[in-house]
């Protein structure tokens, strides 16, 4: 086909022309563009995204540290309740500082709501101890074992692990809450091979402060300062390793690999992949249609 015919074929269908189906003309690759929208990951503000899960892993070590020590009656279950109501008034009172955008009447009417519902939820936990301590008893500590595998494993999967602005509202998706309800699950089944109605309200106490109200600090601290973060990362990595290192050297050492791999060596496998991304755009595309934004 001569090459002064492709200036008359024209991309569309409704209309009848002098070219086969197939045809393709001599400028078709004349449009092609590589990596339109990429924008080039860097190292340390990937590390620094990383963050977040490894947070969520420490938290998930810890717990199954704290666990282990309440079944061995290595740990005294008030000591355990006296954490977790010290670490909700701290995490809610930093919860509070950082959050200036209501007025003086709605931040002292939210702190009565606050200590209303942490009433109630202290006491349903407490009355329910006696049912959840028998409630796995016809199971066998093999299945229980497996189960909550499965369902600290969804509960790291589902979670959330993005970033909001301090202007985007909390709100949370499916995934979120799927992955909190996996997670206190597992602590129901755990808490029910526990010998003592005491044991039992610790550890699901500790496990709502671990599993529902961190992540929502956590979602608060991640527009804070870099040092912020990394010292809340080492300080749960730190925990986590002297928690599991008088228990396990295996499972400190899994814990390690696990901290090392998706702190640094994970960023640092994405930036070196990046480079073989090849996003190829054309006149073949489906056509997306821009609209202008038009202020009132």
Known sequence: MPKSFDKDWEKVLWKKQPFADNHIPRQFLSALRRNVNFTPYTYWPLVLLSCAITQHVATIFIFLATFVRLKEHMVDPRSLILISVGCFVAGYTIWSWGNHTTSKEDRYANHLKTIKSSILIFLALMSLSPVLRTLTAATSSDSIWALSAILFVLNALLADYGVRRSYQKLQEGLTSVLSMNAAISASVVLASRLTADIDVFALILFSVQAFALFPILRHRLQVSSTLVQFLMTFSLALIALALTASLSWTVMCIFFIAFFFITFLAPAFLVW???????????????TPKTALVSS
């Open 273 to 287: 992949a990046q480079r073989y991304k090849n996003e190829i755009r054309g006149p073949w595309d489906v056509a």
